[in-house]
């Protein structure tokens, strides 16, 4: 390399800059004394095996190398918004018919435990039948009248009605449910209705505690025990 400077200084007279590249080519760059001086030199030498060249390039002392740079653009990062809390209002016209739905299924499901409850009481009165019949008897055991009969049903359902005109605290109603109280001939005999047109009572001494159907002992109201 020191002998490619030194020709190279010879031939232009002036001082040479010497710049190795990676690939193994040798760019010298001598720099004239005058504009007028044009002279370019190229010489080989060999390095393991192959084959490198030397390029003198000569320029002008005013001359300016200037070097291309990428240009770089920028982007502002997004804004970021608010997240706006909703309205829980309960003004709200949907939150209002939510509530009103809230309540008319709370409503539906005391009716249904209410209806439960009658159904149960009639499938107690079922337990009934056989037992015998005794003037103002309260109990299976000694035997009931048909007030007894009643209150001794409702009792086990949990609860408790008057011994006589039970009624009273109960709401008429026209479509009796199982366990609904029938109350026949004005008050002159009471039962518990079990559906399919069918009741159970303790009718008199002779008969017992037994399944009848409501017509075979007069005229019949029947009573809903709740709402």
């Not at 710049?19 to 001086?37: H, K």
């Not at 804004?79 to 939150?95: F, G, W």
Request: hydrophobic share 40%; proline share 5%; with cysteine.
């Amino acid at each position: 390399m020191s002998k490619a400077v030194s020709a190279n200084a010879g031939t232009v007279g002036r001082q040479a800059a010497v710049v190795a590249a990676a690939s193994g080519l040798i760019l010298s760059m001598g720099l004239p004394a005058t504009a007028a001086d044009t002279t370019a030199g190229v010489s080989a030498s060999t390095e393991s095996g192959s084959a490198q060249t030397a390029l003198a390039v000569t320029a002008a002392p005013t001359a300016t190398v200037s070097f291309e740079r990428p240009v770089v653009k920028t982007t502002a990062a997004p804004k970021v918004e608010a997240v706006r809390t909703q309205s829980t209002d309960s003004a709200n016209p949907a939150a209002a018919t939510q509530g009103g739905s809230t309540a008319a299924k709370t409503a539906e499901t005391v009716s249904a435990v209410s209806s439960a409850a009658t159904s149960g009481i009639a499938a107690i009165a079922y337990t009934g039948i056989g037992h015998s019949y005794v003037w103002g008897g309260t109990s299976p055991v000694t035997g009931w009248d048909c007030s007894g009969f009643v209150q001794w049903v409702y009792a086990q359902a949990g609860i408790s009605i008057p011994r006589t005109n039970a009624w009273s605290i109960m709401t008429p109603t026209s479509t009796p449910q199982p366990g609904d109280l029938v109350v026949q001939n004005g008050g002159a005999h009471v039962g518990i209705y079990v559906g399919n047109g069918m009741m159970i009572s303790a009718l008199n001494p002779s008969q017992g505690t037994l399944l009848h159907s409501p017509a075979a002992t007069g005229s019949s109201s029947y009573y809903h025990y709740g709402n």
